[in-house]
């Protein structure tokens, strides 16, 4: 694995901060690991759906929470004190904790959540604030620019 060292870059920028946070929360998740597997799906010109693998969890072990644009997924798994030992020959199944985070565009909420059969569904959408959203605006004539010629009509 190869690391890069930002370092010179930080330097010679001013008010990119955010984009050297990315840079780093990029570097450090080539590094992490890769439990869940999960899809990103676009389902939509603006909605996208994000599938996580979470066999063996309930919904009371998943937690989701959004905050300043970072979706975070988390998975604690509660112990199996069900009163018998179990032996196993072989434990091949994931049962461990997890965090996996997600970085949102800017306006994008997420709608719901569900777990079935093993894969927890996240519905994404992106929504405009009204104010965000294009408009047209209406060009008056040049005959509706009467305000003008009164200015001119005072100063002669």
Known sequence: M????FAPLYRSVVG???????????????????YPPYNIESIG???WRIELAV?????????????ENLLTVTGRKTANDDGSERRYL??????????????????VIVTDASLE???????LKRELPEAMKPRRIDI???????????????AA
């Open 140 to 154: 008056a004539n040049g005959q509706a620019s009467g305000l003008i010629e009164g200015k001119k009509g005072k």
């Open 117 to 123: 059969n093993g894969l927890l569904s996240i519905s």
């Open 90 to 107: 072989h434990r091949g199944l994931a049962e461990r904790d997890f965090e996996r985070r997600f970085q949102l565009a800017d306006y």
């Open 2 to 5: 190869r690391t890069v060292d």
């Open 45 to 47: 010109e603006d909605a």
């Open 55 to 67: 066999a063996g969890f309930k919904t009371d072990e998943l937690t989701l929470e959004v905050k």
């Open 16 to 34: 990119f901060d955010r984009l050297a946070q990315l840079l780093d929360q990029a570097a450090k998740t080539e590094s992490a690991t890769n």
